[in-house]
Nanobody, 128 residues
Framework: QVQLQESGGGSVQAGGSLRLSCVAS????????KAWFRQVPGKEREGVAV????????WYADSVKGRFTTFRDNAENTVYLQINTAKSEDSAMYYC?????????????????????WGQGTQVTVSS
């Protein structure tokens, strides 16, 4: 069973940058479909970035395109989410998740129900 651990959350001013990390417990994570979600209290969990394992381009939610970048370091079993030009609406608990590779080939790869493994989350707070 893959265990995921996020880190890097914290407080940042609007317009600033932050890098989140997600470390996996197993090397098999490198072949998984990997994603970042976020959630604020009272709202549904929202997919913000999905990273295929086969070299295809990542998927991004419209709300973060051009500002967020996700990338991997397979040698370290780690996936990153770079947040640039942060906005107050980016404030949320951020989760990394993993799913079988086929999930990344779906037309809408950002559905939380398709992901099997989850981290415990890391809080991002953007102050204006």
């Amino acid at each position: 069973q893959v265990q995921l651990q996020e880190s890097g959350g914290g407080s940042v001013q609007a317009g600033g940058s932050l890098r989140l990390s997600c470390v996996a417990s197993e090397y098999t994570y490198s072949s998984a479909c990997k994603a970042w979600f976020r959630q604020v209290p009272g709202k549904e969990r929202e997919g913000v970035a999905v990273l295929p394992s086969n070299g295809r381009s990542p998927w991004y939610a419209d709300s973060v395109k051009g500002r967020f970048t996700t990338f991997r370091d397979n040698a370290e079993n780690t996936v990153y989410l770079q947040i640039n030009t942060a906005k107050s609406e980016d404030s949320a608990m951020y989760y990394c998740a993993a799913a079988p590779p086929a999930v990344c080939r779906q037309a809408e790869p950002n559905k939380p129900g398709a992901f099997t493994y989850w981290g415990q989350g890391t809080q991002v707070t953007v102050s204006s």
